[in-house]
């Protein structure tokens, strides 16, 4: 399983006689918040400057221990910092030497939001990822810490994250052919690429720094204003463009739509039956007016509801062209032996496989 560092109660600030004492909860969770790390594991708490992240102004180790379900602890930032702008970044050792290359890790890191070294000061419930791509372009995804489902990031998004990276390298896995020469076609053409249920907005911001593309980010009202931020802090390739817009399945497509898309992306969204249904008309009214599109829906298999989406997908003529499994980053223990992969689809409509006659 990949963990995720979490705040459970993010940075509170009191002066001391000779320190800023930032305190904070943790938890090293997985994206459901339904297990916690189950082994020890040093967690390198940073008190970063604003805007300077390599302005380390106070290090501190605390222990995580095996199967807690938290972690209270108080960074002691020396006085003579008292008034700077800072940020409390928390990692490990293993997440700190694989940042700078592209690398999905075990345990990601958090940051925090901005606050004052001076007293009683809280930041919002609002932290960043940060992940490196393979043209070195970072990724960085505002989410929330609470327990919204659109707002935060889910395992099949960093699966993405993989996918891409793969299919742009010299040798993609097999599985994926149809994704790596549609990347490969955007540097003589910009893509059209909608994403569906993008939550943060992870996997159409990762595919819009890494190919050039205009991708339109969608989901419900209430992710909207977390993936404008994300959109604010985003590094898309020169010649790409990233916007986002409401689009509910249950209300599908407004015919006004005749974008001519090359790419949908389905990231982490056919868990729910009834939603599932929806998501399905929604593919075949987009896929009704390009016929070509490739549609690539990746996932983590959680729940026996999820054939359902299959099963209807195959009902309305979808075709599934490619298939590749790729497995997440992983530690092995007593309790967690099984690798867990990201599964992912490429669909195409039949009637566009068909050759013509
Ligand atoms: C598990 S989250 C995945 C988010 C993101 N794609 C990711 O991988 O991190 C599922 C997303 O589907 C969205 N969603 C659920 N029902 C929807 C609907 N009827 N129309 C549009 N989006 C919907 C949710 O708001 C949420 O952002």
Redesign the pocket.
Known sequence: MVHYIRFLRTPQTATGKKTVDIAAVVAVTTDLGDAYYAQNIDLVVEVVEANRPHGILHTQVVTWQASSRALKFTANCPGKYTSRSARLHVTTRATQSASGIMAVPVILDVWSDIFTLSDKQRTEPIVERQLVLPNKSRIRMWEETGDS??RH??D??LGFLMYFSQALSSSPAEGMSRLASLMRSSKVRRLKVL??????G??GMAFAQLAKCDMLL???E??QEILGNNIRCASPLAGSTLRSEV????TGVDDSCNANYDLVLV???I??PD?SL??VETLRQLATRTPGVLILVGFKRRHEADTIFFDRMQQTDFAIVEQVNIPLPHTFTDHDADIPTSEFYTYQLQSALSPRT
């Open positions: 489902i659109a990031v889910w099949a998004g994403e569906l249920g993008a939550g943060c992870i996997a969608t989901d419900l209430d992710a689009l509910d399945w249950s990231s982490d969204c868990y729910n939603s929806h998501l």
